[in-house]
């Protein structure tokens, strides 16, 4: 189906931004990258609203508040938290602690959505766990005694804020298409993004950015953001979030490979081995959600 075809890209474009956050990281400041992300991706996905919708469709108060949140949460405090964090640990460390997404998504909609979790789920979220706890400690469990570095703990705020953006995300859909619902939030993100940008000193500094920041920024903004969010959307509307969250498994694989390639970053055999982990467990998690949901679907 394309609309899995589109999920898998997303994921492969996703590993990318892991790459270009930290090239952009080394040389902007956390707000003012985030800033020019999303002022560059609303303004393209606004266009593409009011060309594919004829006009920008009004959001009734809930609406509003729920697009506010996901500005806040998706995109403001993730990004915020993913640059600062890209900034001190590498790549492809990053994208496994953030692979563990998919995992606190399926707990929570246990929780919030009244999905229930079976025995080969839980072994899952032990093996997702296990990995990343792998990556943290660099195969040296007695570090976790040690308290965690800052980019860990941004890198996992930035989990969290995830997790918000699409359980929240998925309410929203409801009474949204996916290029309204993501164009919004953008835009509410950029907005709340701009006056802390400007306090960092984004006026005056964004002459002197490298090339190497400016491709990085537009390759996060294109295809990190318009294509990313939009076709992400579009897959929690067609086959649920827990499914599309599914795809994110490719995300630290294209992530770990590519920060291998392009930025000479060392393939530890923890690194590998929390990769296998985290991968297997995200996969057992989803895998056997959805055939929970087709035997009770069958059972109806």
Not at 128 to 148: F, T
Not at 201 to 213: C, Q
Not at 221 to 227: N, Q, R
Not at 239 to 264: H, K, Q, Y
Request: proline share 4%; aromatic share 12%; with cysteine.
């Amino acid at each position: 189906m394309i609309v899995h075809l589109k999920l898998l890209l997303t994921a492969v474009f996703w590993g990318g931004t892991f790459i270009a956050g930290r090239l952009v990281s080394q040389s902007v400041g956390p707000y003012s990258a985030a800033f020019l992300r999303f002022a560059a991706a609303s303004t393209c996905l606004l266009f593409l609203v009011r060309r594919i919708e004829g006009r920008w469709p009004p959001l009734n108060p809930s609406q509003r508040l729920a697009m506010l949140v996901l500005g806040l949460s998706g995109v403001f405090a993730y990004n915020v938290l993913f640059f600062k964090g890209l900034k001190l640990i590498a790549a492809g460390r990053a994208s496994l602690i953030i692979a563990n997404n998919p995992i606190l998504i399926a707990l929570l909609s246990a929780v919030f959505f009244k999905q229930r979790l079976t025995i080969l789920q839980g072994l899952g979220i032990l093996m997702s766990v296990s990995g990343a706890v792998v990556v943290i400690s660099n195969g040296q469990i007695g570090r976790l005694l040690e308290p965690l570095a800052a980019g860990d703990l941004y890198i996992f705020g930035a989990v969290l804020s995830w997790v918000t953006y699409s359980l929240v995300g998925k309410a929203v859909l409801r009474g949204l298409s996916p290029l309204v619902a993501v164009a919004y939030s953008a835009t509410l993100g950029a907005v709340c993004l701009l006056w802390p940008a400007l306090g960092e000193g984004l006026w005056t500094a964004i002459a002197g950015y490298p090339a190497v920041a400016w491709a990085g920024l537009a390759y996060l903004a294109i295809f990190g953001t318009v294509l990313g969010f939009l076709w992400y959307y579009e897959g929690i509307q067609a086959i649920g979030a827990t499914r599309a969250s599914l795809f994110i498994n490719f995300v630290p694989v294209s992530a770990v490979l590519m920060a291998f390639v392009i930025l000479d970053e060392p393939l530890t055999f923890a690194l590998l081995a929390g990769a296998a982990l985290v991968t297997g467990g995200v996969f057992l998690t989803n895998r056997f959600a959805d055939q929970g949901k087709a035997r009770q679907s069958g059972a109806a």
